[in-house]
Nanobody, 123 residues
Framework: QVQLVESGGGLVQNGGSLRLACAISTRTFSRYAVGWFQRAPGKEREFVAAITWSSSRTAYANSGKGRFTISRDNTKNTVYLQMNSLKPEDTAIYYC????????????????WGQGTQVTVSS
């Protein structure tokens, strides 16, 4: 079985930074691509960023491009989302999700999901 657990969320002031982590627990050695998605209050879940297993490819939504950086450390089985210059509109629950093997920005392509971590940005 594969499980994903997000951490690193919290309350931060406008302009602040957070680093989210997605810990991957698996009994296999599958080379998962991982994506980050957000669900803001009253809105649908939206793509944020994604990364391949080897970190050879990344993708970002326009909303986070230039402010967010996705990375991973496969020796720690962890994917990170560094979020800088946070804005109140970034307030959302952030989820990580995994799939084999290709990079994707589409929610429907991911079948393994974490429970989410809350990010709140105050004005």
């Amino acid at each position: 079985q594969v499980q994903l657990v997000e951490s690193g969320g919290g309350l931060v002031q406008n302009g602040g930074s957070l680093r989210l982590a997605c810990a991957i627990s698996t009994r296999t050695f599958s080379r998962y691509a991982v994506g980050w998605f957000q669900r803001a209050p009253g809105k649908e879940r939206e793509f944020v960023a994604a990364i391949t297993w080897s970190s050879s490819r990344t993708a970002y939504a326009n909303s986070g491009k230039g402010r967010f950086t996705i990375s991973r450390d496969n020796t720690k089985n962890t994917v990170y989302l560094q979020m800088n210059s946070l804005k109140p509109e970034d307030t959302a629950i952030y989820y990580c999700a995994a799939r084999e093997y290709e990079l994707s920005s589409y929610e429907s392509d991911y079948r393994i999901w974490g429970q989410g971590t809350q990010v709140t940005v105050s004005s």
